[in-house]
């Protein structure tokens, strides 16, 4: 199948900053709206466009749902790894106070921490549905 | 780090099943799995410990202390319920890795692994949250966990069955959340000990009532209570034997957990008793449970959905002693949770050697069971009987609470009811003990020649030799939930 140029050419002007915003929302999510949830599914969509773009098997050679599947737990290590690290610091779990001197600065790193661990394990549910669904039927 | 533990205890079964779904590896897997539930059993028995002798812990999660944040609140019910919980689930995984390695796919093994783990945590954090909400964050993550569980069997209408109990467990979920939301629009809290303090205030009694029956509904559909008992016959027939051991041995119980502690520690008796209608209903159903659920495991021809329309009835008796409300009562519901929890394991686990042999489910292969399988045909037969209330084995303990307990009430048609429902359990069970031991074996009924795996008889057994022991020695079940009736349900109506 031949493809559209305009379409090709104008995903991947795109994606890279469908990307961008993904993590400009994930960073900013601590001052303003946005978050770890947000800019998963952001980023996810990039995924998805370049999918919907080139054909499924191309983004499952480029962008393997192996990575993605193993993303939701990882995510998940990363959000409770944070909690525990305070309780091994003397804290409650999740008390981001443990995380600094300054307890201030504790409730950023830890905010910041776990939406880390949200972005990852979105990313890895939202492609990894998303592989299900397009690669049905084709094995 | 003991201060610790009501978080720890949630997190170890997390963390284990977030590895088991990295490693993917199957023998390894169940070490992490076996491990993890140890470690559990150690962290829940030490906490019991702790309570027993300093009374209700309050964990204040992320260092939000109550009721602005989450808290976790441990006191002598919920740690007793944690330690049963925890103890089944390490007994259920040690028996799990042939048996799963026998009925399932291998690439699913671990999948199965990582949702045991994830539903073990979600049910425990059932048990130990103090806040309404996060409740509710964990129904649904044990309940998804549960679907899974349901749909990796290898048989295609355990699809359906899961799907069903998908399609239900949401509707329920979406009740209970609706009826959280009214409290919490009434009383502007979500902290259970706190809106048990603000309750009594309320003036608006509508919308109180509202919340009491969706609550009091959206759990009745998790905890399959007749008529809303629907999925659990599929769901319990066609999850793999592991898988359906665990779910009868625990996840009903923790529903039926969180509707004792609606009724009789949010709420109050103030509030579900200023109108009669209310625990006429509960008492009504339970009964009808009692009756219909049994009639109906009459006339089963699958042996595991026998035994599962047999648990909502025996559920029917748990409610039935909810409704009682005095101190008997409330021992008998309680003992019952326990005791119908060691039951329904050892039965499933019987089965589960059953099916490993035979591949099979159906009651007509039963026959002759006690020549072909005799040891494990002997232990389905005992846990059989203790699930009448045969004295001696364990189901008399809890219906012997409960029947003291209607007769104090002066409702001798419980009484009466309590016995006819013991007889139509002799009805069914007795159908499956007359196949196993006075009927020839078929020929050609075992598909598996090599003996069964060690650890499978030996798990069966102790549970068997369990629903004898705790038949006599109630010091480990009615002496606990006596203590915890005494300390927490009956403490006021205040937490």
Do not use: E, N, W
């Given at each position: 199948?031949?493809?559209?140029?305009?379409?090709?050419?104008?995903?991947?002007?795109?994606?890279?900053?469908?990307?961008?915003?993904?993590?400009?929302?994930?960073?900013?999510?601590?001052?303003?709206?946005?978050?770890?949830?947000?800019?998963?599914?952001?980023?996810?969509?990039?995924?998805?466009?370049?999918?919907?773009?080139?054909?499924?098997?191309k983004a499952q050679k480029d962008f393997p749902a192996i990575v993605f599947h193993s993303m939701i737990p990882i995510g998940v290590i990363i959000f409770s790894g944070t909690g525990l690290l305070s309780v091994f610091n003397g804290y409650n779990f999740l008390d981001y106070d443990a995380l600094s001197h300054y307890p201030k600065h504790g409730q950023h790193i830890g905010i910041i921490a776990i939406e880390i661990g949200v972005f990852v394990t979105v990313i890895g549910a939202m492609v990894s549905i998303f592989y299900a669904f397009v690669s049905r039927g084709s094995k | 780090m003991t201060e610790h533990l009501p978080a720890i205890q949630v997190m170890i079964p997390i963390v284990g099943s977030l590895l088991i779904m990295l490693i993917r590896n199957n023998t390894l897997n169940w070490l992490i799995g076996v491990l993890s539930c140890l470690s559990v059993v150690f962290c829940s028995i030490t906490l019991y410990s702790k309570v027993a002798i300093s009374g209700a812990i309050s964990y204040a999660m992320g260092g939000w202390e109550p009721p602005v944040g989450i808290e976790y609140r441990i006191d002598e019910l919920n740690a007793l319920f944690i330690v049963m919980i925890s103890l089944a689930s390490c007994i259920i995984i040690l028996y799990a890795k042939n048996s799963l390695n026998n009925e399932i796919r291998a690439n699913k093994i671990s999948v199965f692994y990582s949702m045991y783990l994830l539903c073990l945590a979600g049910l425990i954090g059932i048990l130990s949250t103090g806040d309404a909400f996060n409740a509710f964050v964990f129904l649904e993550i044990s309940s998804l966990a549960t679907y899974i569980m349901i749909s990796i069997g290898q048989d295609k209408r355990a699809l359906v069955a899961a799907y069903q109990y998908l399609i239900m467990g949401t509707i329920g979920a979406t009740l209970y959340v609706i009826g959280v939301g009214l409290i919490f629009v009434i009383t502007g809290s979500l902290n259970l000990v706190d809106i048990a303090s603000r309750i009594n205030d309320i003036e608006l009694m509508r919308p109180l009532y509202a919340s009491l029956a969706f609550i009091t509904v959206g759990i009745a559909l998790k905890i399959a209570l007749f008529p809303l008992h629907a999925w659990l016959p599929n769901a319990y027939a066609y999850s793999p034997s592991v898988g359906t051991a665990f779910l009868a041995s625990t996840a009903t119980k923790v529903a039926i957990y969180l509707l004792l502690k609606y009724l009789y520690l949010v709420f109050g008796y103030n509030i579900i008793y200023s109108n009669p209608l209310f625990m006429i209903v509960i008492i009504a159903l339970s009964l009808a449970a009692m009756f219909g659920a049994s009639i109906i495991a009459i006339f089963q021809s699958n042996i595991k959905k026998l035994f599962a329309y047999s648990s909502v009835a025996q559920i029917g008796y748990i409610t039935l002693g909810l409704g009682i409300a005095n101190y008997n009562g409330l021992i008998g519901s309680t003992v019952h949770i326990i005791n119908h929890s060691i039951i329904k394991a050892a039965i499933f686990l019987a089965i589960g050697c059953v099916v490993y042999k035979t591949k099979e489910t159906s009651i007509k292969k039963l026959a002759g069971l006690g020549r072909t399988m005799p040891l494990i045909a002997t232990c389905l037969t005992i846990s059989s009987i203790s699930l009448i209330g045969v004295p001696g084995t364990v189901g008399f303990i809890s219906k012997w609470y409960l029947v003291l307990g209607a007769i104090e009430q002066g409702w001798w048609l419980v009484v009466i009811s309590l016995a006819i429902s013991s007889l139509l359990a002799l009805i069914y069970v007795g159908r499956v003990i007359e196949l196993i031991w006075f009927h020839e074996p078929e020929k050609n009924i075992i598909v598996i020649k090599e003996k069964l795996p060690k650890e499978m008889v030996i798990i069966t057994i102790i549970l068997t030799l369990a629903t004898i022991y705790f038949g006599i020695d109630i010091r480990l079940t009615a002496d606990l939930a006596k203590v915890a009736v005494e300390n927490v349900l009956l403490a006021g109506d205040i937490l």
């Open positions: 199948m031949r493809l559209d140029l305009l379409i090709r050419i104008s995903a991947k002007i795109f994606i890279p900053f469908i990307m961008v915003f993904a993590f400009y929302v994930q960073f900013h999510g601590d001052y303003g709206p946005g978050g770890g949830f947000q800019a998963g599914v952001i980023f996810a969509a990039s995924i998805i466009l370049y999918t919907i773009i080139f054909g499924s098997k | -």
